[in-house]
């Protein structure tokens, strides 16, 4: 073979080697992405159901419900502007507590209610979520945050 076409068959070589990898870190990522979405969007029917995503709100006062065994629990999040049944086993952050903020991962199964898996809680008295903070602020306005799969959003396959 001729040193030229040795070459041109390695340049092919590696730029599908790169072009594969490039394909599988995309798959990756985007497999891995976690969409935060509010109570309202929830309620909407915005989020999906097939896939793990991120609801945060704040905890209505008064809607805690412990089960026996100590670990099974459910409450309400609320964005003020609508609220979403969270399910959750496991023993809850120290900080857990009505009135203040979560993030919870998890699915929304058929009968809607959010089903978390992980539940996060502020760290101190000043903080808040950013996607809580968002939400609160636009629902308090009227408004709701955008819906990551909608036509101009990234879309998993």
């Known amino acids: 073979m001729r040193p030229r076409r040795q070459r041109m068959i390695f340049v092919g070589v590696v730029l599908t080697g790169v072009a594969v990898a490039t ?50 629990v459910r409450f309400d999040v609320t964005d003020t502007a609508a609220t979403v049944r969270v399910a959750y086993t496991g023993i809850l952050p120290d900080l857990f507590r009505e009135d203040q903020g979560i993030v919870a991962l998890g699915k929304i199964g058929d009968d809607g209610v959010f089903r978390a898996r992980e539940v996060l809680a502020k760290h101190d008295e000043n903080y808040m979520p950013p996607e809580v903070a968002e939400a609160l602020k636009l629902a308090a306005e009227g408004g709701s945050i955008p819906n990551p799969h909608e036509e101009d959003a990234p879309r998993k396959p």
């Open 23 to 72: 394909a599988l870190a995309l798959t990756a990522i985007g497999e891995n992405m976690l969409y935060f979405y509010s109570p309202s969007q929830i309620a909407a029917g915005e989020a999906p159901r097939s896939v793990d995503v991120r609801v945060g709100g704040l905890v209505v006062a008064g809607s805690i419900e412990r089960q026996a065994n100590g670990l099974d």
